[in-house]
Every structure is written in C-alpha cells, then in structure tokens.
C-alpha cells in the first residue's frame, strides 16, 4: 500500500469511499463527501492524501486551514478521514494521519486539530487543550497535537467548505 498525494483521477474514487466509509458511521450526517468536494473547489485542501493499494482507493485524508479566534496561524484541521469498510482494522487509517502530521509539520504547521474520539486519536499526539475550542463541542472531542511550543489560544472555526 502506498500513502500519496490525491490526482485529478483519484476524485470519483475518494467520494465514493467517504460516502461508503460515512453511511454507518456514528456522528455522521451524510455530507461528509461534499465537504471534500467543496474544500477542494475553494482550493483550501492543503494536504489531501490517498492510500493506494494496487490501483484501488482503501482510504483517504483530508487537512485544510482553519482559523484561530487570536490570529494565530500554521493550523490545520484533519477531516475527513475514511477507509474501505471491509479494510477497517489493518492500520489504514494511522498510516494516513501519521503521514499527513509528517507533512504538515514539513509545510512549517503549528498544529492540527480535530474533532473525534479521544480513545482512537490520542495514539496520534492528538490530546484535548483548553486553549483551543470548538463552539458547541464537548471538549473532551475536540483535540489538537501541536508541533510548536509557542501558539495560540482562543475559538477555533473550520473553512466554510465544512458547512455547505
């Protein structure tokens, strides 16, 4: 399996594995796949990665800039993230957060934060921090590893392409 960048042709294939990865998944709402679209369209996908496995699309990341109440910049928001249903569990979806952290802090990034489950993302870095905040989300779910000691504090607000 190979961990690379997304091209044109990669397209059809990413949206049809976030709608598949998404249709049972907890917390989603079935849009997941137009946020792509919409982040790519604005030109605001940073880092969109695929993990290729003998030509097949098994998973796919997303990473776009988000915006800091205080003006800090270099941070990141990670998501989507999806792999093949009937791949779950080999390590698909770590290799990609692994390699897209790896990438982003080679880009000079302060940080990357995201929303999800503490138990999955804190083998990541990724841990809750009272200085940064989501409206509306319990802290415990929203997280952020950071590759500075020095960054910024305040609400956290993801690029329109999120909201449709």
């Given at each position: 399996m190979n961990i690379r960048p997304e091209r044109i042709?990669?397209?059809?294939?990413?949206r049809t594995l976030t709608e598949t990865a998404f249709k049972t998944a907890p917390h989603a709402d079935g849009t997941e796949h137009l946020i792509i679209d919409r982040l790519r369209a604005a030109g605001a996908l940073t880092l969109?990665?695929?993990?290729?496995?003998?030509g097949a699309i098994v998973g796919h990341v997303a990473f776009s800039?988000?915006?800091?109440?205080?003006?800090?910049?270099?941070?990141?928001?990670?998501?989507?993230?999806?792999?093949?249903?009937a791949r779950q569990g080999e390590g698909i979806?770590?290799?990609l957060i692994r390699e897209g952290l790896e990438r982003l802090k080679a880009l000079g990034a302060t940080g990357c934060v995201l929303l999800g489950?503490?138990?999955?993302?804190?083998?990541?870095?990724?841990?809750?921090?009272?200085?940064?905040?989501?409206d509306g989300v319990p802290p415990e779910y929203?997280?952020?590893v950071a590759f500075s000691p020095v960054y910024g504090e305040g609400s956290v607000s993801y690029h329109p392409g999120f909201y449709g």
């Open positions: 042709e990669d397209i059809d294939a990413i969109s990665l695929v993990a290729d496995a003998d800039p988000i915006a800091v109440s205080d003006g800090s910049e270099g941070w990141y928001g990670l998501g989507p993230i999806s792999v093949d249903p979806g770590g290799k489950d503490p138990a999955y993302y804190s083998r990541f870095g990724f841990a809750p921090d009272a200085k940064l905040t989501l929203f997280m952020r």
